[in-house]
C-alpha cells in the first residue's frame, strides 16, 4: 500500500501544485468512504466523514511528516473522525439506525450479485457491529474488510498488539454470539 509515489504527490501539493492533491484525493476517497461506512453504519455519515477527512486532509498535509504511509497517516484521520460521530450521535441518542439507512447500495453488476446472494448476513453482521464498542468496533473493521495486519493497525491506532488481538478476539466472539443468535 505504500508507495514511493504518495510522497512524490505530497511533496508536490506542498510545492503548490493542486492537482497533486487532486490525484491523491481520487486514490484514496473510495477507501476513506468504505471505511467510515464500515465504522458508522449508513452512507450520509460515512459521505459526510470522508468529505471532513478530505478538507483535514487537504489542510493539515504539511504537516505530515513522512515517518509514516500516507495511508496510515490517512486512516488515523478516518478513525478520528468516525468515532468523534460517534460519541456525538450517543450524545444525542442517535445511535441506533434506522434499517432504510442501513441497507447496502450496489454500485456495479458485481455488486448486485454479491448483495443478491450475501444480503441476509451482510445486515447480521452489520447490526453486530452496531453493538460493539467503538474501539472494538475499529479493530473488527480493520482486521477482516481492510484486512490490515495487527502491526499496521496498531500504527494507525496506536493500541499494542496484545491490546489489538485481546479486543479483536472479544469483537469476533460478539459478533459470532450476534449473529448466530438469529439463525
Do not use: C
Request: charged content about 30%; aromatic content about 10%.
Amino acid at each position: 500500500m505504500v508507495s514511493e509515489n504518495d510522497f512524490e504527490l505530497i511533496k508536490k501539493f506542498l510545492a503548490g501544485d493542486e492537482s497533486a492533491f487532486n490525484l491523491i484525493a481520487k486514490k484514496y476517497q473510495k477507501k476513506i468512504y468504505w471505511h467510515a461506512r464500515q465504522m458508522l453504519g449508513n452512507h450520509l455519515d460515512a459521505d459526510d466523514v470522508t468529505q471532513e477527512v478530505l478538507i483535514v486532509i487537504y489542510k493539515k498535509l504539511g504537516s505530515f511528516n513522512f515517518n509514516s504511509s500516507l495511508f496510515t497517516w490517512i486512516y488515523r484521520i478516518i478513525n478520528t473522525r468516525s468515532l468523534n460521530l460517534i460519541r456525538r450521535r450517543k450524545i444525542k441518542n442517535f445511535f441506533s439506525l434506522d434499517d432504510d439507512e442501513n441497507t447496502f447500495e450496489p454500485t456495479s453488476k458485481e455488486d448486485i450479485v454479491e448483495d443478491i446472494t450475501n444480503r441476509e448476513k451482510l445486515n447480521q453482521v452489520s447490526k453486530a457491529l452496531e453493538k460493539l464498542p467503538p474501539k472494538q468496533r475499529q479493530i473488527f473493521i480493520m482486521r477482516n474488510y481492510e484486512e490490515l495486519s495487527y502491526e499496521e493497525i496498531s500504527k494507525i491506532t496506536g493500541i499494542t498488539e496484545g491490546g489489538l488481538k485481546a479486543n479483536y478476539f472479544h469483537a469476533l466472539r460478539k459478533v459470532l454470539e450476534l449473529t448466530n443468535e438469529k439463525k
